[in-house]
Structures are given as C-alpha cells and as structure tokens.
C-alpha cells in the first residue's frame, strides 16, 4: 500500500512529469546520435563493384582454361594443349522477386517485387543466384594439330564443354 499512495502523490506533483518528459527527449536525441554516428565495430565488406572485378574474370577464365587444357591433352593425338577463353561479361546477380497476378473482368494485372532482407539502411535486395561470366570464344593450341582429325576432336570436345558454337572455337597447331 505504501509504495501505490507514493506513486500517486508522484502523479499529483508536476516535477515528476517534467522530469519524465526531459528524459524521454534525452533519449530520443541519443537513440538519433546514435543512428548517425557510424558503428565502428561492424567491418564493412568491400563491394562487388569494385575494381577486382576484371581480376575476378580473369581467374574465372584462367581456372576454365587450365581444367580445359587437361582434359583436351586426353584426346588421343591432341599432346600438349594451350587454351585461352574469351569472357563476355563478369558475375550476373539474380535477384529474388515476388510476383502479384490480379484478374479483372477483362483486365489481367501482374506486379512483380525484389525480395528485400536487412532492416533500417542494411536492406538489401535477396540474392537468388550468381551466373557465371558468359564463354564467347576460345581458341586452342594443340602439338597435333596438323592432323584434321585431331582438330575436328577438339572442335567437338571444346562446343560441348564450353556450350559454344564451333565458329567461336579456333584449333591451330602449336609451335
């Protein structure tokens, strides 16, 4: 009983409202500081846009390559093999949507979304997938290359691993 008539004569005193009130905007303009002021114990990662994103095709590309040149070698006749790939573009995001399909009278109607996760200023659109860099060409290198029938192998070999047109393949002889 004693603490619920202390707490009414609080009530019935205007100190105790001002004081909340004066606490209550002291709080508010921290949780503002707060929001401006950059977190120094989350470290940011760097972003995909940057400059390492030609470094990031060429290893791409140069891992293609190798695994391309062991497996061309094992072609009876090809001996040793040098392949250099051709890349369209760099990594492709696709993002995550949700789609809305409304149906009128004679009026269909269809909305589509990102996905977004992350609150506050960390939202970020969902990432669904990252599509490889596009193969656009290679050309092949071969010590048995003169023999037509070597060059035909690798022209097949290299349309259906790469998933290439065999006018994007050029097989030569290797000096």
């Known amino acids: 009983m004693e603490f619920i008539e202390k707490v009414k004569e609080l009530v019935k005193n205007r100190n105790w ?3 909340m009130t004066v606490c209550g905007i002291a709080g508010l303009l921290l949780i503002m500081i707060s929001s401006i002021m950059p977190d ?3 470290k940011k990662k760097p972003e995909r846009d940057s400059p390492n994103k030609l470094s990031e095709v060429q290893e791409y590309c140069g891992l293609t390559e190798k695994r391309l040149e062991d497996f061309l070698e094992s072609i009876d006749g090809a001996g040793d093999v040098k392949a250099y790939i051709i890349a369209e573009s760099s990594e492709r995001y696709v993002y995550a949507t949700e789609g809305r399909l409304s149906k009128n009278d004679n009026k269909t109607e269809e909305e589509e979304k990102y996905v977004i996760i992350g609150s506050g200023s960390e939202k970020k659109a969902l990432i669904e ?3 490889v860099p596009k193969i656009t060409g290679a ?3 071969c010590s048995g290359g003169e023999s037509a029938y070597v060059r035909e192998q690798l022209y097949k070999a290299v349309s259906a691993a790469l998933d290439l ?3 994007r393949i050029y097989v030569t002889k290797l000096r």
């Open 139 to 141: 050309v092949i290198l």
């Open 165 to 167: 047109p065999t006018a």
């Open 129 to 131: 997938s990252v599509e």
């Open 40 to 42: 120094k114990s989350i």
């Open 17 to 19: 409202a001002v004081f």
